[in-house]
């Protein structure tokens, strides 16, 4: 029997919410979708304070105001870090800014569905939990590509690998809810490659400045591996002066990166099944989170693994809301065993 119709009666707002290391967010049985950046900011002091006006900045506003804050990305390493309680505050005012822009009726209970980078799972449950009790009445925390993969039916025989900017998150679906077997983080993903080209950049134009985050827009804009038919200039300021700069093999590089430690962990997590099983998984393999707009992984992918016989990647449609997209399905067809009240 389904959740609905059990609870029918109850006046309840299921969400499915999407905890990343750089962006979360929340998809809601209303119909609200709305993401922020997984950044919280507090004000340093009160002269801050006064200057921000709020006790507490979300996402691309607390990155703008970041030198009158202390600002704290907690998932930034993909777990927890357990007794910072900074970090678990952060969480909390995550979590609950989220459930917020989901804007709930007054008298509604929430039943949420929370994903999180796989061993984000496995070590913070518990500092999870605490996170949202305050704001949630009924929970199941999974982990983020579980979630992506319930939201596009691949529940058998699939792949999915999730690239995020702290993580990539590996799970094996087989036609039963992942064990932690099945999962795997790697820390080479977004914020990786970010390092890398920052590095490559000052090691190329010493006398240019330019800041991280620049440097993140600059491989959002022209990210990809292997070949490409086009010049990849920016401008950045020599001496106060703006100059364009020629990028396109420091992008290169820094993308490809990242590409040794996908293709062998995909390889390592596949191997562990039975041969008939690794053919069908092989076939339907799903790339997700930002890092799957980097032009050219798909294909590098499926040649990487050709090697090992036929096989086919795909990406999904919105890297942005496909965990939290999964997870609302995941909530609103849940059976009721599985949701842990608080
Ligand atoms: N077009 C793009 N090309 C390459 N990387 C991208 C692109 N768009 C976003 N990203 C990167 O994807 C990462 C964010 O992906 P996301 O799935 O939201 O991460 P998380 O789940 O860890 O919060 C960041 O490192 C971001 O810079
Ligand atoms: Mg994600």
């Known amino acids: 029997m389904k959740q609905d119709d059990i609870q029918k009666n109850e006046n309840i707002l299921y969400a499915g919410i999407d905890l990343g290391t750089s962006r979360s967010s929340i998809s809601a049985s209303n119909g609200t979708r709305q993401w922020i950046e997984s950044y919280v900011g507090w004000p340093k002091d009160f002269i801050a304070a006064q200057v921000v006006g709020k006790p507490v900045l979300f996402g691309a506003e607390a990155l703008q105001n970041r030198l009158s804050l202390d600002l704290c990305r907690p998932l930034e390493h993909g777990v927890i870090k357990e007794g910072i309680s900074r970090n678990e505050e952060a969480v909390k005012d995550i979590i609950k800014y989220l459930i917020e822009l989901a804007e709930p009726a007054p008298d509604q209970k929430i039943f949420a569905v929370v994903g999180v980078p796989a061993d984000t799972l496995k070590v913070n449950k518990l500092a999870i939990r605490k996170a949202v009790t305050d704001f949630v009445h009924s929970l199941m925390v999974v982990t983020e590509p579980f979630a992506v993969a319930y939201g596009m039916n691949l529940l058998n025989n699939s792949l999915v690998i999730d690239i995020g900017a702290g993580t990539t998150d590996f799970c094996i679906m087989h036609g039963t809810i ?131 016989g036929p096989c086919n990647v795909t990406c999904v449609q919105d890297p942005l809301f496909a965990g939290s997209d999964g997870a609302i399905k995941l909530a609103k067809d849940m059976p009721v065993k599985y949701w842990e009240p608080l």
């Open 178 to 308: 992942p064990s932690e077997d099945d999962q795997k983080t790697i820390l080479t993903a977004g914020d990786y490659i970010d390092d890398q080209l920052y590095s490559y950049l000052i090691e190329k134009y010493p006398g240019s400045r330019f800041n991280k985050n620049m440097v993140r827009q600059f491989k959002e804009q022209y990210s990809f591996v292997r070949d490409l038919d086009e010049d990849i200039r920016v401008e950045i300021p020599v001496a106060g002066k703006p100059v364009m700069h020629d990028i396109k093999n420091e992008i290169k590089r820094a993308c490809e990166s990242i590409l040794p430690a996908l293709t062998e962990t995909t390889i390592e997590m596949i191997a562990r099944f039975d041969p008939e099983f690794q053919v069908k998984i092989k076939n339907n393999i799903v790339l997700a989170g930002g890092g799957s707009l980097i032009r050219g992984i798909k294909e590098y992918l499926q040649d990487a693994l050709k090697e090992y």
